[in-house]
């Protein structure tokens, strides 16, 4: 469960048109079903290293996903703030894209 103070930050207000992610659900159904994969094989016993290759390839996948997201974002919903010509808009999508960047540390 989201903690009150994620829940203000996935709550905040944001002036733009919806992005269409039906890209991004696709990825996502394709990593859960990968995960699902290595519960059975852990469910099956099998050989470590398999496994392991396995979690790699989620990793990957989910760092794919996560700059896919991060490109729309930066296509839609910062062109649309630069568009706007709303200098405090923009300074915000400025400061989101800073700590995205920050947080892939």
Same mark, same amino acid.
């Given at each position: *469960? #989201?903690?009150?103070e994620?829940t203000?930050?996935s709550?905040?207000? /944001?002036?733009?048109?919806?992005h269409?992610h039906?890209? &991004? #659900?696709?990825? $996502?159904s !394709? +990593?859960?079903?990968q995960?699902?994969? %290595? &519960?059975? *094989?852990? /469910?099956? !016993?099998?050989?470590?290293?398999? +496994?392991?290759?396995?979690?790699?390839? %989620?990793?990957?996948a $989910?760092k794919s $996903?996560?700059?896919?997201v +991060? &490109?729309? /974002? *930066? !296509? /839609?919903?910062?062109?649309?703030?630069?568009?706007?010509?709303?200098?405090?808009?923009?300074q &915000?999508?400025?400061?989101?894209i %800073? $700590? #995205?960047?920050?947080?892939?540390?």
């Amino acid at each position: *469960m #989201l903690s009150s103070e994620s829940t203000k930050k996935s709550t905040k207000i /944001h002036n733009h048109t919806a992005h269409d992610h039906s890209a &991004e #659900l696709k990825r $996502l159904s !394709r +990593i859960k079903g990968q995960v699902e994969g %290595i &519960e059975r *094989m852990i /469910h099956e !016993r099998r050989y470590c290293p398999d +496994i392991v290759q396995q979690i790699k390839a %989620i990793r990957s996948a $989910l760092k794919s $996903l996560e700059a896919s997201v +991060i &490109e729309g /974002h *930066m !296509r /839609h919903c910062v062109k649309e703030a630069i568009a706007s010509r709303d200098a405090f808009v923009v300074q &915000e999508k400025i400061e989101e894209i %800073i $700590l #995205l960047v920050k947080g892939q540390n």
